[in-house]
């Protein structure tokens, strides 16, 4: 039932974003100033958009499992971490790209690729200390302990790469600015709706094999205390 | 479609691409590990209680 | 005995035991003026310049140090289970890890008074111009170096390769800290005055102590009692 899902998600996902990618490549005009490279935007901002909800699922599941002890928050936390940390991986590579072609370098040091490669480092740290806690109880509750504290850092982040004396070049963020075109409406908001789905279904697989972990664990004690 | 800056498009989709597609293999490669490890130990277990 | 009285006798506690010995303390005072001599060689600059980066060195300095000193905040009780102990003790969690942190901000600031005057000498800057300011700046990050240190001490205590993992987790979680410190100090060292620009990263000094000491005062307890 649940593997049908994951894949009836995944086949989905499949769909929306390759209808959208038709939209988006063969009925969008390219953009005055930049010309074809434009299209980037359809995958790296639905990528760093999706990385922030993961982040906050796994942010609200934390503090469920602190409060409840309950391993399936837990393991919900670390698979949205982990699917979080791809795509902001994904969308600090894509604009890197993006930069090379319109800036003529491959990092600037501006505001949000400074914020998000802050934030990726962030989630890494929590990755990288999660499997050295061998105690499945410690390793939950420290794990919850450093994605609370990690998700506290952003507003932070974002607050000290705005400081007077930090300089800028990215182009304002879309939604706010109102600068998108209508035509780009549609096809951005699929975009977002198409990687949401992905990483929905990745983090489907990611959670079916914690619990598989965790009857591994089990049988591994049941073994042990005969 | 303008064919300037068509090679950066190009490469930041397939870097988009390849990205996702490690990460499934990653995925896969770990769900394979579980599961020989659960299959073994479902296999011990039952041996224990014969 | 009040909490914070506990959380007093604890800081004493830790204080007097690491003046007796001097162990971190000599190690990361030590530590610091090798690596002061260090950026000697490693930029060679005019006065300008050194200016312009004196404020990021000095940030650099203590956040080392820093590490240096927290890392023995909760693995000193683990030989002889003295953690188990403390635990047991009437004193609350909360005040066991006030205490630590105030005793680990104390060694830090001894440190910070030691290294400064020989930063000042080696690099022909004139700290005393300005030192009220600065006194304020390097109190207020030292706070949160040791808070949010002293916090993932007690995250790691129980981890395998702590020494490494401490740094992994917190230098991420204090990037914007820095950031705000040393836009600040390099200022301070050209002789400007605390006000303006200058004042904005004291707003982000506060709010980044304030957030991470009610948080860590708040999860202590999950962390500790597991």
Known sequence: MREKATYLLAILAAVV??????????????????????????????AAINADIFFTIALVTAILFLATKNFVYDSITVSCVEVGAMLTFLNLVTGSIWGRNQWGVWWAWDLRMTGQLMCFLL?????????AIAEPTQRATMSSIISIFAYADIPLVLMAIRLP?????????????????????????????????ISSALVLVRLHQESAQREIDSLRRELHAR | MDITNLT???YGYSAGWIIITLFVLMLVARGRKIDGELAR?????????R | MSGLQAAWAIARKDLRTELRTKESINAAASFALVILVLFSFAFD??????????????????????????????AREVPNDCLDVLLASPAPSWALFLGKSVSAFCLLVIVEAISLPVFGLFYNIRWTQNVGPLVLVILLATWGITVVGTAFSAVTVNVRLRELMLPVL???????????????????????????????????????????????LYLIEYVLIV
């Open chain 3, 170 to 216: 917190l230098y991420p979680v204090l990037i914007p800290l820095l950031i705000g410190a040393m836009g600040t100090t390099t200022a301070l060292f050209g002789g400007e005055a605390l006000t303006g620009d200058n004042a904005a990263p004291l707003k982000l000094l506060v709010g980044f102590d304030a957030i991470y000491t009610a948080l860590s």
């Open chain 1, 17 to 46: 974003m390759i209808g959208n990618l038709h939209t988006v490549f063969t009925q969008l005009p390219d953009e005055a100033m930049q010309g074809a490279v434009y299209r980037i935007i359809f995958i790296h901002v639905p």
């Open chain 2, 41 to 49: 130990l479902k296999s011990l277990v039952e041996d224990r209680e």
């Open chain 1, 123 to 131: 989630y890494m740290g929590y990755l990288l200390v999660r499997p």
């Open chain 3, 45 to 74: 600059l005019g006065r300008e310049e050194l200016y312009a980066i004196s404020g990021g060195l000095l940030w650099l300095v203590y956040s080392f140090a820093g590490a240096l000193i927290v890392n023995r905040g909760f």
């Open chain 2, 8 to 10: 950066f498009l190009f």
């Open chain 1, 165 to 197: 004396n930090v300089r800028t070049q990215h182009p304002g963020p879309v939604l706010e600015t109102g600068t998108l075109a209508p035509e780009f409406r549609g096809p951005f908001a699929i975009g977002i709706l198409a990687m949401f789905l």
